[in-house]
């Protein structure tokens, strides 16, 4: 009986083995919400301007919404009384996310990338950040300067720091002056820079940003101190962020070959 019920069982599968794979290429075709989730999903501005009254901040104005980099999140970007800022919400429109979205393979910072698109080219006079105490990657004396502010435990400047390398090796006209800016929230990153400092170490840079253990170091300078003042009185609160030539500024990594249009104005 038993052998008799398998028996049966194996023609019931077999029989219904064409509709299950017929079902699995529709649920997986190219025609389907996952081709273009615009679809099957739509969030307009009147439903956005609902969610924004839902959060309490009623006077904001949108000025776009379109499909985030995840495509499971609309992407709102807001005008709040001059500040621009950007938000996602999730396909049920139940559930909001601030932010930001990091892309895994890059370390680029999706989010503030359309912020930086959104608002006007800012500036700094760079001309009021002292470089003596700063480590140089490259010749100190390149036509082109860009100062770096890194805090020593951020992912994001460790590959912008490989980047930089990389960047060296193709142009001789281009120095990266480091000012090392430990963030509040990374609780190693002030003994780090410190120690840094204090050896006027180029290597131990090198060493941290590659994994490797480096060794605490005390000295009277007040170099980091006055980095973080420094930064607080340039509006610089995150890390990586380069000054470049003519004191614009960019926040975020970026491959090496983008990185010299950057610095060269073509982006």
Not at 160 to 184: C, N, S, T, Y
Not at 197 to 206: E, G, I, P, T, Y
Request: hydrophobic letters at 40%.
């Amino acid at each position: 009986m038993k052998i008799r019920f398998n028996y049966l069982l194996f023609v019931l599968c077999l029989l219904l083995l064409p509709a299950l794979q017929a079902q699995h290429a529709y649920a997986f075709s190219q025609g389907g919400c996952e081709g273009d989730c615009r679809k099957c999903h739509a969030l307009s501005n009147k439903e956005a301007n609902g969610i924004l009254k839902k959060m309490n901040i009623p006077g904001a104005k949108i000025i776009d919404v379109q499909q985030s980099p995840v495509k499971s999140l609309w992407e709102i970007s807001i005008d709040d009384k001059g500040k621009r800022g950007i938000f996602y919400v999730d396909f049920s429109k139940q559930y909001v996310i601030p932010g930001p979205i990091v892309e895994v393979g890059t370390g680029s910072n999706k989010t503030m990338e359309r912020l930086q698109k959104m608002q006007p080219e800012r500036k700094v006079d760079a001309s009021k950040i002292p470089l003596s105490g700063a480590l140089v990657m490259g010749n100190k004396n390149a036509v082109k300067k860009v100062i770096v502010f890194t805090d020593p435990d951020c992912p994001f400047c460790a590959k912008l720091h490989q980047e930089i390398r990389k960047v060296l090796g193709m142009r001789k006209d281009i120095a990266f002056f480091i000012k090392l800016f430990p963030l509040a929230g990374h609780k190693d990153a002030y003994w780090k820079a410190k120690s840094i400092s204090c050896s006027k170490s180029l290597k131990m840079l090198d060493d941290n940003f590659g994994g490797k253990a480096i060794a605490r170091k005390e000295c009277a300078g007040k170099e980091i101190d006055d980095n973080i003042r420094l930064a607080g009185s340039l509006g610089i609160t995150g890390t990586p962020t380069l000054i470049l030539p003519g004191g614009r500024v960019h926040s975020g990594t970026l491959p090496a070959d983008k990185l010299i249009g950057l610095i060269d104005g073509r982006r």
